[in-house]
Each structure stands twice: as structure tokens, then as C-alpha cells.
């Protein structure tokens, strides 16, 4: 199984700061990254897929980028409706398997 | 407007069984893969079953293969994983999800509890 680790665990920011979290493949997963956003006591939103696509109706202040083993998502100017968890996903290979998770708090 | 409404969730003892359902609306189910996917209290994200559109193929990870079976009614728009043999370690929020052009999530439903404990 492809192993996806995310950093930071956390991280707390301040409102309008630009923001990047990280997630390494266990090996090469040729840009099949997706990106969910999942606000406390909701369920995940899709933000990214194919590493840096947007999904419709997503804020273009989320961008992602990445290729290989390590891809990013980065949130410019922080707002306050962004305090949630985010998860990385792999599809690239059976089985389907998600990163550990990053919770963005704020400052 | 993709809408996905879980069912079926609640309280059963280990080595149990329990059926979800998902009911689809917004989009024609037929047309796409569906899948369920877990999350345990406070912990990750796992996912837990594909199905293709036809339900002639299905997707399991080594945690539930042989134990859980995923199926669709597509004249229904309705999707179920049948849930046998549960262990204490399948207590989870379980979420119906629809998969996109890849095999990545584009709409989760708002997810149903199921606890196995005795």
C-alpha cells in the first residue's frame, strides 16, 4: 500500500497569512493527488484533484501543485471559514489511501 | 444539486451484522462509481469500498475483504455495503461518496454512525 504523510499534524495561523501544507507518497504516484477540506463535525470537501486542479466552486485562493512523491496545498491570504482539517489522498494506486490529516487552526 | 443521505448506522454487537444505504439524487447514479469511505472518532480518513457502475466490479482494502460487501440498485439510485462479522475496530462515521473521473471523492454524503460494542 502507498503510505501518504502529511506535516505539519498542525499548525495555527494568522488571518490573511499564506499557508502550505505538505504530503509525501511512499513512492511515485504521477500527480493522482487529491486535496478535502473537512470543517469540525462535517463531512470532507473536495478541493484539488490531479494535484493542482480546482474543483468547481472552490475559493482560488486554494492552489495545489506538486508532481512524483510530493505534492502541496497552499492557502493564500487565510480566511476565518478555512479553520478545518485537510487530508491528502492518493488514487493512483489500489488501495486508495489518504494522509494523515493537518488541522489548521487560527492565531 | 448532488445530494447523498446515509442510513442504517447505530449501535451492534461484535461479530454482528448491519446494512447502510445511501440514496442518490441530483445526477444520474447510473453514470458513476460510488464508494464508502470510514473515519473512527477523532482519528483519519479510510476508504472502505468501490463499486463500478454496473456493480459487476467491486474495490475492497485487506481490512474488510471477505467481511463487508458493497452493492447498488441503480433503478433505485441507492447504494448498501453490507456489514458482517463486525469487530470493534469497524466503529466509525461511515460516508457514502461518489467517485469523479478518477478514482478520487467529488460529493460525500453527511455520513451515519455505526458503533460495534457490547
Known amino acids: 500500500d502507498i503510505r501518504m504523510t502529511q506535516s505539519p499534524a498542525s499548525l495555527s495561523a494568522s488571518l490573511g497569512e499564506t499557508v502550505n501544507i505538505e504530503c509525501l507518497a511512499s513512492e511515485d504516484i504521477y500527480s493522482d493527488l487529491a486535496w478535502y477540506q473537512q470543517k469540525p463535525g462535517k463531512s470532507p470537501q473536495l478541493l484539488i484533484y490531479?494535484?493542482?486542479s480546482l474543483q468547481n466552486g472552490v475559493p482560488s485562493r486554494f492552489s495545489g501543485s506538486g508532481s512524483g512523491t510530493q505534492y502541496s496545498l497552499k492557502i493564500n491570504s487565510l480566511q476565518s471559514e478555512d479553520v478545518a482539517t485537510y487530508f491528502c489522498?492518493?488514487?493512483?494506486?489500489?488501495?486508495?489511501?489518504f494522509g494523515g490529516g493537518t488541522k489548521l487552526e487560527l492565531k | 444539486e448532488v445530494q447523498l443521505v446515509e442510513s442504517g448506522g447505530g449501535l451492534v454487537q461484535p461479530g454482528r451484522s448491519l446494512k447502510l444505504s445511501c440514496a442518490a439524487s441530483g445526477f444520474t447514479f447510473s453514470n458513476y462509481y460510488m464508494a464508502w469511505v470510514r473515519q473512527a472518532p477523532k482519528k483519519g480518513l479510510e476508504w472502505v469500498a468501490t463499486?463500478?457502475?454496473?456493480?459487476?466490479?467491486?474495490y475492497y482494502p485487506d481490512s474488510v475483504k471477505g467481511r463487508f460487501t458493497i452493492s447498488r440498485d441503480n433503478a433505485k439510485s441507492s447504494l448498501y455495503l453490507q456489514m458482517n462479522s463486525l469487530k470493534s475496530e469497524d466503529t466509525a462515521t461511515y460516508y457514502c461518496?461518489?467517485?469523479?473521473?478518477?478514482?478520487?471523492?467529488?460529493?460525500w454524503g453527511q455520513g451515519v454512525m455505526v458503533t460495534v460494542s457490547s
Open positions: 463499486i463500478s457502475t454496473s456493480g459487476s466490479r467491486t
Open positions: 490531479n494535484a493542482n
Open positions: 489522498q492518493q488514487y493512483n494506486n489500489y488501495p486508495w489511501t
Open positions: 461518496a461518489r467517485h469523479g473521473i478518477a478514482f478520487y471523492f467529488d460529493y
